[in-house]
């Protein structure tokens, strides 16, 4: 979360946001992940989060990813071999464009959710709902957190920046606390 993002006023909820962590070099390798040399050659160093901004669906560093106001990681529920799976699914999307009609039912643009949805829904028994806003079927970053916190498909891991933990980082069931006080948090407006 960007506290003064101006997607703030449009998206749903506190946590505007998801990225995907997908892991390096050497999390791919240990995965058994094959994927073409061109994407290889852009999944390198320390590009480790696949992300889908204005600017398309890409490889980025993990600290750019980072350099947020407050942050929650969730771990999908499922074994590595089907985290792997899922990685290799979304990796095939890379270098698509950003989905700014938000339209989860065609796959040549992603918005930053759908990453997520796109690398796990219905792989092995994960299955993410989509929630129907202004007429269409979407995902919203408080859509997975809710799922987290609800022990449905994903664990909470950690939470940092949030109203609940300004300055401080809680992991386990105090994350899935915060998550939960904070999904209920008016976002503030600048």
């Known amino acids: 979360r960007h506290d003064r993002a101006l997607s703030n006023l449009f998206l749903p909820g506190y946590w505007p946001h998801a990225a995907h962590y997908v892991g390096s070099e050497t999390d791919r390798s240990r995965l058994g992940l094959v994927i073409d040399e061109d994407r290889s050659a852009r999944w390198a160093g320390d590009r480790r989060v696949l992300e889908a901004l204005k600017d398309g669906v890409l490889f980025r560093p993990l600290e750019s990813t980072l350099e947020v106001d407050a942050v929650a990681v969730i771990r999908p529920r499922l074994a590595d071999h089907e985290i792997g799976e899922g990685i290799?699914?979304?990796?095939?999307?890379?270098?698509?464009?950003?989905?700014?009609?938000?339209?989860?039912?065609?796959?040549?643009?992603?918005?930053?959710?759908?990453?997520?949805?796109?690398?796990?829904?219905?792989?092995?028994?994960?299955?993410?709902?989509?929630?129907?806003?202004?007429?269409?079927?979407?995902?919203?970053?408080?859509?997975l957190l809710d799922l987290a916190v609800a022990g449905e498909g994903f664990d909470p891991v950690a939470v940092f920046g949030g109203p609940t933990c300004p300055d401080e980082i809680v992991e386990g069931e105090a994350a899935r606390q915060a998550i939960r006080q904070e999904n209920r948090v008016p976002p503030p407006l600048f």
């Open 88 to 143: 290799s699914r979304v990796v095939a999307h890379e270098g698509k464009l950003y989905n700014f009609d938000f339209d989860f039912f065609r796959s040549d643009r992603l918005v930053c959710t759908e990453v997520i949805y796109r690398a796990y829904d219905g792989l092995g028994s994960m299955r993410i709902p989509l929630t129907e806003r202004s007429g269409r079927p979407t995902l919203s970053a408080e859509d």
